[in-house]
């Protein structure tokens, strides 16, 4: 019963808030305790409960809230998990994005306590700055803020807006970010291998697209547009993740100069 009371209010509020605070109610260990038991009947609901859990562990506050309340748990659940692909799942797409938490929150934690306005840049220490409304920009002064909102961040703040309908915010997006950065960094060798193989005459600006949605971080290279020879030769990072059970592909801010990512070891974050 509950876990069908939380796949339908999953469905009526398309809000990952709501997998979020039924996290941190229990709802996994009822999710646990009906795998274990293997009611009749009960393949269905777990099955959809658990596409629930997977597509929101894209959101910060739901993987941290699974962190927090299960992180002690998940070696237990290594052997549950070859018994149960649906729990498997979970377990794998956990430990693959559990890993970039801490730095996500040390970096955030940074970006707050730096004025967003790049040609003051004033950083405080261990004092947050005043924040735009859209939560995604902040500011030592009033004047920062009006020259930013004027020269750059008006088309960012509307564009958030306009698209999130109060799912996806400013920290959910700088969390994806990560994720995709540092699915890159690790793979490094096979993205090169695939692009290098794509455009050996470096003639085109490249799509790096990073799939979120399947267990496993998974990406695919494409050619974005012909490249003016005098510009860099970049690879423009793309996300997809599920959002309220629907697709969401979105750019990220960060792109790669693949040029010097050829003769680099790491990619920075």
Known sequence: ????????????????????WSINDGIFDVFLRTLMSRHSGAADPLG?????????????????AF?????????????????????NNLVIA????????QAARNE???????CSYHQCQHHTEGTLLRQCSCRGAWYCSLNC????????????C??????????????????IALLCVTHLRKNKDSILADILALDPSHRHLLSIGVNLQSPTIMHMVGIF????????????????WREGGEERTAPMQRAINLDDWEEKVELPL
């Open 48 to 64: 959809e409960v658990a596409h629930t859990f997977h597509d929101n562990l894209v959101y910060w506050r739901v993987l941290y």
């Open 225 to 240: 547009q012909d490249r003016v020879p005098e510009e860099t030769w970049l690879g423009m990072i793309y996300a997809s």
């Open 108 to 114: 955030w934690t940074e970006m707050r306590q730096r």
């Open 94 to 101: 956990y430990e693959e994005r559990s890993i970039v938490l």
């Open 1 to 20: 019963m509950g876990l069908c009371y939380f796949e339908t209010l999953w469905r009526m509020s398309n809000n990952h808030r709501i997998v979020e």
């Open 158 to 175: 509307a564009a958030m807006d306009a698209n999130n309908h109060g799912k996806t915010t400013p920290r959910d997006l700088h969390f």
């Open 67 to 87: 962190h927090k309340k299960h992180h002690h748990e998940i070696p237990m659940l290594r052997p549950l998990a070859k018994q149960f692909p649906v729990l």
């Open 145 to 156: 803020q009006r020259k930013h909102w004027g020269e750059w961040h008006h088309k960012r």
